[in-house]
């Protein structure tokens, strides 16, 4: 994983409440003063929130809309959020500069480069601010963590990987096109889908894809494939939806048909179209409002000077920080069969969002009817 973040060594308790919560984590900026300690609550509270993007990305259409509501739920007379969103380590590195010099009571961060924040994490440390680390396991001194089991996400990628390649699955060849490994998850998607591909196919090429960025991972599998032959690749295991979609642009460049199976993560819009469409086989769900919500509720709590174990359901060690009370949540494997069941039921997207003109008669066949 190349950043000596070790996520697995997890110890779960039982949830304690209805409504779990967890953090968001994008490239994005919020600050609000919330009620504080005491009876009288006139004490205010200032959260930081940090994000690694924005605009289109999943951080910016879902993650920062929920935290808004969250905090503007739990403190109703804070002032409006602002947003600063970036993928840029140098960049969140001077956000996270600034908020700590601004004197904020509580952060949540989704960190672009651990290792490389980890001094100043631990700034925010010395300054007495406590950092709740969201969807990415920051390095330094963290005081609580919300994320989704990226054990679990590689492993729901593996297995429909497997599933969609049928007899292939057994010797047939795939490519792997990792996230980057800046990023603590990229290493523990790759893990759980190893979990469960190792021993079971030959892995033609394996990719890690700087910045997720998915120009990146287009020159990547256009030279996998001018190296194995199009023809010769069973299955990809795409570590999310973005780079799915650069792997078909690329197969789409050597007019092969049919595509071979290709797995995604995040749920995007344009994912569920070309799931619907054929193009991409999978996708993975991660229900973002009980993250944000969990987020929410322990950074509320650390800046008040409140415990948040009665917010975790269990424990995680990093390689710099051990027990760290953790929420993670349990992600749901998509396919053509079941997004009206998923996506649909959840108010993720409308069938008429799903369903363009072009997908009409794809989406009848998918049972996805107004």
């Known amino acids: 994983m190349g950043l000596g973040v070790s996520v697995p060594a997890v110890r779960r308790r039982s949830l304690t409440r209805a409504s779990v919560a967890i953090s968001v984590a994008a490239g994005l900026t919020l600050t609000g003063a919330c009620g504080g300690g005491g009876e009288s609550g006139d004490d205010s509270l200032t959260v930081g929130v940090l994000l690694p993007g924005g605009g289109a990305s999943r951080f910016g259409q879902f993650d920062r809309p929920l935290i808004e509501q969250k905090l503007k739920q739990l403190c109703p007379d804070c002032p409006a959020a ?3 969103a970036t993928s840029e380590p140098a960049v969140q590195r001077q ?4 908020m700590i010099t601004r004197g904020v009571d509580v952060l949540i961060l989704t960190v672009v480069d651990a290792k490389g924040l980890r ?3 631990e700034a925010a440390h010395r300054a007495g601010i406590p950092v709740v680390a969201y969807d990415r396991l920051a390095q330094g001194p963290i005081s609580g963590y919300v994320t989704f089991d990226g054990a679990t996400v590689g492993r729901l990628q593996g297995e429909a990987l497997l599933k969609a390649m049928g007899a292939k699955a057994d010797g047939g060849q795939i490519v792997m096109m990792n996230g980057a490994t800046i990023d603590p998850n990229a290493g523990w998607f790759k893990r759980g889908a190893l979990s469960v591909l190792k021993g079971k196919v030959k892995i033609g ?3 890690d894809t700087v910045g997720w960025r998915p120009e990146n991972a287009y020159v990547n599998m256009t030279g996998a494939i001018a190296a194995l032959g199009a023809g010769n690749i069973d299955g990809v295991l795409a570590a999310n939806d973005s780079l799915a979609s650069a792997v078909i642009s690329a197969f789409n460049a050597t007019e092969v048909r049919p595509l071979p199976p290709i797995t995604g993560q995040d749920a995007d819009l344009a994912a569920a179209r070309r799931i619907v469409s054929g193009d991409q086989y999978m996708t993975v769900y991660k229900p973002f409002k009980p993250a944000a919500d969990a987020a929410v509720e ?5 800046g008040r000077g409140e415990a948040v174990e009665s917010i975790a359901t269990g424990t995680v060690d ?9 929420v993670l949540l349990p992600s749901i494997s998509v396919t053509v069969g079941n997004i009206k069941d998923t996506l649909v039921k959840d108010g993720m997207y409308t069938i008429n969002q799903i369903c363009t003109p072009k997908l009409r008669s794809a989406c009848d066949k998918a049972g996805l009817t107004r």
């Not at 956000?95 to 600034?98: E, H, P, S, V, Y």
């Not at 322990?298 to 650390?302: E, I, K, T």
């Not at 990093?318 to 953790?326: G, V, Y």
Request: net charge negative; aromatic share 4%; proline share 4%.
């Open 318 to 326: 990093s390689d710099t920080t051990k027990d760290i009370p953790a």
């Open 298 to 302: 322990m950074a509320v709590a650390l």
């Open 82 to 84: 602002t947003v600063a």
């Open 95 to 98: 956000q996270l500069d600034a």
């Open 205 to 207: 090429k394996s990719y």
């Open 119 to 121: 001094s100043t994490v």
